[in-house]
């Protein structure tokens, strides 16, 4: 069984800065792309950021030089440092990860129950 685990989200004002942290725990014999998603209300879930395995990164258009994802492998764990915050970066952050499970060449994708972030004055 694999987790994926949110942290960090929260109410910042336009402008602000928040950093997401997700951590996978469970059956994991190695971790590939990871990414963070986000959803807001009426909207599809899209992708804001991934990284793969080697540290290449890709961003959405709309948060190039804002929003900054890493990963640290020692610890399962992917972050997403949010900078110059703006209301519609409103909605609910998930990380998503593209695991192997030991025992297996079979890689799943896993999802994280999600973190709000709200920006607001």
């Known amino acids: 069984q694999v987790q994926l685990v949110e942290s960090g989200g929260g109410l910042v004002q336009p402008g602000g800065s928040l950093r997401l942290s997700c951590a996978a725990s469970?059956?994991?014999?190695?971790?590939?792309?990871m990414g963070w998603y986000r959803q807001a209300p009426g909207n599809q879930r899209e992708l804001v950021a991934a990284i793969t395995i080697d540290g290449s990164t890709n961003y959405a258009d709309s948060v190039k030089g804002r929003f900054t994802i890493s990963r640290d492998n020692r610890k399962n764990t992917v972050y997403l440092g949010m900078n110059s915050l703006k209301p519609e970066d409103t909605a609910v952050y998930y990380c998503?990860?593209?695991?192997?499970?030991?025992?297996?060449?079979?890689?799943?994708?896993?999802w994280g129950q999600g973190t709000q972030v709200t920006v607001s004055s």
């Open positions: 998503n990860a593209d695991i192997q499970t030991p025992g297996t060449w079979v890689r799943g994708t896993y």
């Open positions: 469970g059956s994991i014999f190695s971790i590939y792309d």
